[in-house]
């Protein structure tokens, strides 16, 4: 009697043989995607593309290369199509309207289109070992700073730094899943190599995620941020430390731009903010909302993801498109418990919330 393989019933028409042949790869892909095309949104919809075009195409499956390597073809070759395509590129948005007396920025950088990733989508993610090709370890290949390299690159490198220093495929085999030489191979990951390592300055390492260490040090930030001390916020910055508020291609660095930037914001000085705890990209970050000077109620405000070195911050990263906030499990509005309070120890009810998070 032969028994008949999952691949075998697969091709044969049996979904549910197919679900199981490729499930185990679903969110490694997700993850792939997202850090080609940056965006979460766009990645779920390249898998959902990438496992429709494997159904219909298993019955040209050779079984030279593994199900993860074939599936990983079609992904990578779905993102890069999705990049050509200029109808699915985001279009200009106008430049915020910056508030009134906000000093110039430091410094003007090329435009780079990203959104977070939250780490929720992490906990199920198999614990796959990279190849031995690979370069960079989990963690620092989720890193912001990492991803928002990555989308300043052409595709083809993207894609070609990803496979092989982030997921460890050899050259032959990303020219293969690329229907490249490995020449080509070579010639873009060397170029890639060389524009990420110029855009990423060494640093020192940050606290392990969701340690005593990383609690104190974003508790401090969240007390200094909510109570609008900008004394005891710029105290805990390295002192090239960094806003950003992608997409505008606009930094403030340095103490002294930070200082002068954050005093000028509307709501500065009022109390008005609350920062609700999450994760993204490996590393702490923060539903902020405002509260409405006329109701108990306070609205969205973006998101802010802190890049942590040492014990010092280096980095604050907002995202104003509050459409994000859903992904990472939090709410538009916050009403009545989640509004802006002080303990008795005069720590404020997020400050608290960090501490225990």
Do not use: K
Not at 30 to 42: A, K
Not at 158 to 171: C, N, P, Q, S
Not at 201 to 207: I, L
């Amino acid at each position: 009697m032969v028994i008949e393989s999952t691949l075998d019933r697969a091709r044969a028409g049996d979904g549910e043989a197919f679900r199981r042949l490729t499930e185990p790869y679903w969110r490694e892909l997700q993850l792939h995607c997202y850090q080609i095309l940056g965006s979460v949104q766009d990645a779920e919809d390249t898998v959902q593309e990438t496992l429709l075009a494997a159904w219909r195409g298993l019955g040209g499956f050779q079984e030279r290369a593994s199900v993860r390597a074939w599936l990983y073809r079609i992904a990578t070759n779905r993102c890069l199509n999705a990049l050509r395509d200029t109808s699915r590129r985001p279009q200009p948005r106008e430049p915020a309207r910056r508030p009134r007396d906000v000093p110039e920025p430091t410094r003007r950088s090329e435009q780079a289109w990203f959104d977070p990733y939250p780490d929720a989508l992490l906990e199920d993610l198999p614990d796959t070992t990279p190849g031995p090709e690979a370069r960079y370890e989990t963690r620092e290949a989720l890193a912001l700073s990492f991803v928002a390299g990555l989308q300043r690159l052409p595709p083809r490198q993207r894609a070609v730094l990803v496979l092989r220093d982030v997921l460890g495929f050899r050259t032959a085999e990303v020219a293969d899943l690329l229907d490249s030489s490995g020449a080509s191979v070579n010639s873009a990951l060397q170029r890639a190599r060389t524009a990420l390592d110029d855009q990423r300055p060494a640093r020192d390492r940050a606290p392990l995620p969701r340690s005593p260490r990383e609690r104190r040090l974003v508790g401090r930030f969240v007390d200094a941020l909510e109570n609008s001390d900008i004394d005891r916020l710029v105290a805990l910055l390295t002192e090239d430390a960094r806003l950003t508020m992608p997409p505008e291609p606009l930094e403030h660095q340095g103490h002294t731009a930070i200082a002068g930037f954050y005093p000028r914001l509307p709501w500065w000085g009022g109390r008005a903010l609350r920062l609700v705890p999450t994760r993204a990209n490996g590393q702490p970050a923060f539903g902020s909302y405002l509260r409405d000077p006329h109701s108990p109620i306070a609205h969205a405000y973006g998101l802010l993801v802190l890049t942590l070195e040492g014990d010092r911050i280096s980095a604050l990263t907002r995202f104003g498109d509050n459409s994000l906030l859903p992904l990472f499990g939090l709410p538009r509005t916050l009403h009545g418990q989640g509004m802006p309070f002080r303990s008795p120890t005069g720590m404020s009810a997020s400050a608290a919330d960090v501490r225990s998070w």
